[in-house]
């Protein structure tokens, strides 16, 4: 395991992230949650959860892996971007003294294994990385038994740690929040350019990619961004890289009315210029869910909220109509939910 951590005389400079936290003894980073105590950089939530549910794994948002499945889901307290639209903002935002630490690895594995319908385990909720010892632990012990494991974050993390998480993460949902400097600086607390370079490690990588946009009026939903976004993805990531464009409703500090739908339909068919899998998400409607083979056009899977109807598609994920392949990683959920 690679040290996150160089020590100073004065300091402890935490390497988990970009900001390079330089953390005075008995103080924590920007994340809230990763402490200098004299003499090395610790976790103060090891073991902490905040949330944990069986999830729809369409819910993470993955729509091509496994698709029709459940995930355990499990997240803890803070985060290393301070985004004033955050959705999880009550987990993501506090940071506190002691937590009481209340699962642990083993733990976790045995409920996943015992979960109906279920894939493995979903890091997710908060941001996952700034949890990179226990995540790692977890996942580690649900490989070794056959799950399968996903994280679902904001991609702010240094490529030496990440070439560690992608080691032992199947796949990614990374929230690219805008395709423009200024809103990282000003929305997030973060810049855009080390999450670029997170999304090409990963794709790079081989790992299962799928990237999320919560579009936000008048800060993130210009034709030409998304033209630009839309662009990058497919050029550096592929272009069956599946991309979710998320409505924003107002919450936290953020008080922008929500996007109009008739704004995500038009963004929606932007990327669908240089993607082959767009879709639309926290609508309310079915509207932009569903997915077609790319090669000929076909129905494969229609999507109402979280209810899956999986068609035409062969055992191997593979289109009947005319052979390709749409999910690289496919079985058919069981109709009894085991």
Request: charged residues 20%.
């Amino acid at each position: 395991m690679s040290q996150l951590f160089i020590k100073y005389e004065n300091y402890i400079e935490c390497t988990l992230c970009p900001h390079l936290c330089k953390i005075q003894p008995g103080k924590r980073g920007i994340c809230g949650v990763r402490k200098n105590t004299g003499e090395k950089i610790e976790l103060t939530t090891y073991g902490v959860i905040s949330g944990y549910s069986l999830d729809p794994v369409e819910k993470k948002p993955l729509y091509h892996f496994f698709p029709g499945h459940n995930i355990l889901s499990a997240g803890s307290y803070g985060c290393n971007m301070r985004c004033d639209f955050c959705q999880n903002w009550h987990i993501s935002q506090k940071a506190s003294e002691s937590y009481s630490k209340n699962t642990d690895p083993v733990r976790i594995v045995n409920d996943a294994l015992l979960s109906k319908n279920n894939i493995g385990i979903a890091f997710t909720y908060n941001e996952p990385i700034i949890w990179f010892e226990f995540m790692r632990d977890v996942a580690l012990k649900a490989k070794e038994n056959g799950l399968h494991t996903v994280m679902v974050s904001n991609g702010y993390v240094n490529s030496y740690p990440l070439g560690e998480i992608i080691g032992f993460i199947d796949a990614f949902n990374i929230d690219l929040k805008a395709f423009n400097e200024d809103y990282y600086k000003k929305l997030t607390g973060a810049r855009l350019q080390p999450v670029l370079e997170s999304l090409k490690q990963i794709a790079g990588a081989g790992k299962h990619l799928e990237v999320t946009t919560l579009i936000i009026p008048g800060r993130n939903d210009s034709e030409n961004e998304m033209a630009a976004e839309s662009r990058f993805i497919s050029e550096e990531l592929g272009v069956n890289t599946p991309f979710h464009l998320s409505r924003y409703f107002p919450t936290y500090k953020r008080d922008d009315p929500a996007t109009p739908l008739a704004t995500l339909d038009r963004l929606y068919e932007i990327a669908s210029k240089n993607l082959k899998n767009v879709y639309m998400g926290n609508t309310g409607t079915g509207n932009g869910q569903d997915t077609k083979c790319p090669a000929c056009g076909t129905l494969v899977t229609s999507r109402s909220g979280y209810r899956i109807k999986l068609i035409n598609l062969d055992n191997e994920g593979k289109c009947t109509k005319c052979g390709n392949l749409v999910y690289r990683y496919f079985t058919f959920p069981s109709p009894t939910g085991d």
